[in-house]
């Protein structure tokens, strides 16, 4: 009798600890690359590799003239979920380097990736009529 106790209660704290432990973390988030760069404005592209245990409810880009950027800084919300996303950085300034990075938001908190610096076109060397 007391075998079939000693098994029921090993089975419980087994099914407890699979269970009952799940803790949540920020999401894991790569960013991909830097595109189409002109005067004014670029494409990145990111990815959610892992949502860390809870839905992505955001994911998208945040940068600055400064190389650690954060959601306080500028930054364009794309996208949610896992996987791979891309948004258009705008209002940027002609001949400026920025530094970029993708993020995702789930309940636990904001997970980001690697940060990757660019240099916007001058007027001479762009194609990008458009006012900024």
């Not at 409810?57 to 190389?67: K, L």
């Not at 940027?92 to 916007?120: D, H, K, M, P």
Request: net charge negative; hydrophobic share 35%.
């Amino acid at each position: 009798m007391k075998k079939i106790q000693l098994l029921s209660v090993l089975l419980l704290m087994a099914a407890v600890g699979f269970t009952g432990c799940h803790k949540t973390v920020e999401p894991k988030v790569s960013t991909v690359s830097i595109s189409d760069i002109t005067p004014y404005s670029c494409y990145a592209k990111g990815v959610v590799l892992q949502d860390g245990g809870a839905d992505v409810a955001e994911c998208g880009f945040c940068w600055d003239t400064q190389e650690d950027p954060g959601v306080t800084n500028e930054f364009v919300a794309c996208s949610s979920g896992l996987g791979y996303y891309i948004g258009k950085i705008a209002g940027l300034e002609e001949g400026t380097t920025y530094y970029l990075r993708a993020y995702a938001v789930n309940e636990a908190g904001i997970g980001y990736g690697e940060v990757v610096s660019f240099t916007t076109k001058t007027s001479e060397e762009g194609d990008d009529t458009a006012i900024p």
